[in-house]
């Protein structure tokens, strides 16, 4: 087995503040990804990366970086934290890219932007 | 437009009891179908997948889910609840060939004794 690790578990900002989320996956997995979760809107793909050096656009990229350094990181960046913004993102990996494969989650950092 | 419906945001049942949570996709072909719960504080966790063959997939802690093409559906059961299934449930999908997975909004099922 392998585990998914997020830092920091929670997060304070301050608007306009520029903040970074890292996950690290011991799994040796090639895909990783960012989610946002949001009370009442469930999951939304920020950005996903298949290899080492990629990076694609979920579908809620906009405002956010990603970066993957290497085959077991992938940070996120919040280009401009947006004031009373509360979330949970969460990391996730998987073997491949393919679709059928099962999906691995971090246990999240929560976001507060005061 | 592709999504994926969950219309029960929230559930309340007696332990014991059965339970029952509805996912409706809507995807110009079937999709691959997941299950996954969300413990509280906790991350996603894979209750049971659909990708072809017997429609009735069995998953972990006793629960099962039907999927039915005719009512592009994948529904999720269990015949006896207990407290510990007090979670967050989310359907979800992927499509051949794409990245990634679509969640419904989830379901909140809280189990009281």
């Known amino acids: 087995g392998g585990i998914i690790t997020q830092t920091p578990k929670f997060l304070i900002g301050q608007e306009g503040q520029k903040l970074t989320l890292k996950c690290q996956q011991n799994?040796?997995?090639?895909?990783m990804y960012w989610y946002r979760q949001d009370s009442g809107k469930g999951l939304r793909l920020i950005y996903y990366s298949i290899t080492e050096n990629d990076l694609q656009k979920g579908d809620l990229s906009e405002g956010y970086d990603a970066s993957r350094e290497k085959k077991s990181s992938f940070s996120l960046t919040v280009t401009s934290a947006q004031k009373n913004e509360m979330a949970v993102f969460l990391c996730a990996s998987s073997p491949t890219g393919g679709s059928n494969t099962e999906v691995f989650f971090g246990k999240g950092t929560r976001l507060t932007v005061v | 437009a592709q999504s994926v419906t969950q219309p029960d945001a929230r559930v309340t049942v007696s332990e014991g009891a059965s339970l029952q949570l509805r996912c409706k996709y809507s995807y110009s072909a079937t999709p691959y179908l997941f299950w996954y719960v969300q413990y509280p504080r906790q991350g996603l966790q894979l209750l049971l997948k659909y990708y072809s063959g017997d429609p009735v997939v069995q998953g972990v802690n006793g629960f099962e889910a039907e999927f039915s093409k005719s009512n592009s559906s994948f529904h999720l059961r269990k015949a006896s609840v207990h407290w510990s299934d007090s979670a967050v449930y989310f359907c979800?999908?992927?499509?051949?060939?794409?990245?990634?997975?679509?969640f419904g909004l989830g379901t909140r099922v809280s189990v009281f004794p």
């Open positions: 799994f040796n997995h090639d895909t």
């Open positions: 979800a999908v992927s499509m051949p060939y794409a990245q990634g997975l679509t």
